[in-house]
């Protein structure tokens, strides 16, 4: 089970050029596994597509190393040259015929990428040989999966609700403070909160009264989308990390109890 990581460093992830050419949504999140912290690098833009018809075969590839610190992650130095071990790889497998990458996962000194491919042949004697000329000073990792449900990129690569949940409010968080917020002031806070009909949407007006929120705008949306009923409410709270994520867990859960989908939230700046 993945939680988000709480660590004593901050530690910097830089993607690698590689991944931030391509036009597909690239993000980084980290979260605490059974024996330690792990940083996950992934294409959020397949959720939409997965899983993709003849893709059938996961490729799990990468290596082991020795210059990590006490939390398992390597070192900047390391890094470097861990990007270079994926581009080969990447070299590799598209040689061999088409291939998605999926993700990346770094844990306990380990540093494994993943690939949806439509053909397995050879793969393996190619990236073993590519492997023994290129990076001996590495103990590699090849492994297999059929997958045709794309489960291993929808159920442990992909963030779960609670990472989704502090990934977009990090993102906020992150925009306040470069445009010179402290976040030392409260401040009213909106939120916007989708549903099916006004029966759901009322279910959630209730506990949003009920918890000092107050309603901004409600009801039908000129609009066929099944979601179709909007709800904006507000409230003064703290905008820290930790505050606003304890906020707004409690109302993703709350919307999903009334059959909503929580949308986010947003404020003002204050210097």
């Not at 979260?31 to 996950?40: L, M, W």
């Not at 990007?83 to 990447?90: N, R, T």
């Not at 297999?144 to 449900?149: E, G, I, M, Q, S």
Request: one cysteine or more; a neutral charge.
């Amino acid at each position: 089970m993945k939680n988000i990581a709480t660590l004593g460093t901050i530690f910097l992830i830089i993607l690698p050029i590689s991944l931030l050419s391509q036009e597909d949504n690239w993000d980084v999140y980290m979260a605490q596994y059974e024996k330690g912290p792990g940083s996950t690098v992934i294409n959020m833009s397949l959720k939409s597509v997965a899983p993709i018809k003849g893709f059938s075969f996961v490729l799990i590839t990468g290596v082991t190393f020795t210059d990590c610190g006490w939390d398992g992650l390597p070192t900047q130095a390391e890094f470097s040259r861990l990007y270079k071990v994926s581009d080969s790889v990447e070299r590799v497998v598209n040689k061999n015929g088409k291939a998605i990458l999926a993700g990346t996962f770094t844990y306990q000194c380990q540093r494994v990428d993943y690939y949806y491919v439509n053909d397995t042949s050879n793969v393996r004697q190619l990236l073993n040989e590519m492997y023994s000329s290129s990076f001996g000073e590495y103990v590699p990792y090849i492994n297999f999966r059929a997958d045709t449900t794309w489960n291993v990129y929808l159920s442990f690569l992909y963030p779960n609700d609670e990472i989704l949940d502090y990934m977009s409010n990090e993102k906020v968080v992150s925009g306040l403070q470069k445009a010179g917020d402290r976040l030392e002031k409260p401040r009213q806070v909106d939120h916007w909160i989708y549903f099916k009909n006004d029966i759901d949407l009322n279910c959630f007006t209730s506990y949003a009264k009920q918890n000092g929120f107050k309603i901004e705008e409600s009801g039908k949306l000129d609009t066929t989308a099944p979601m179709g009923y909007k709800l904006r409410i507000s409230r003064v709270d703290s905008v820290g990390l930790t505050t606003i994520c304890k906020v707004t867990s409690e109302l993703r859960k709350q919307a999903k109890r009334c059959n909503g989908d929580y949308d986010g939230w947003e404020t003002f700046v204050i210097k």
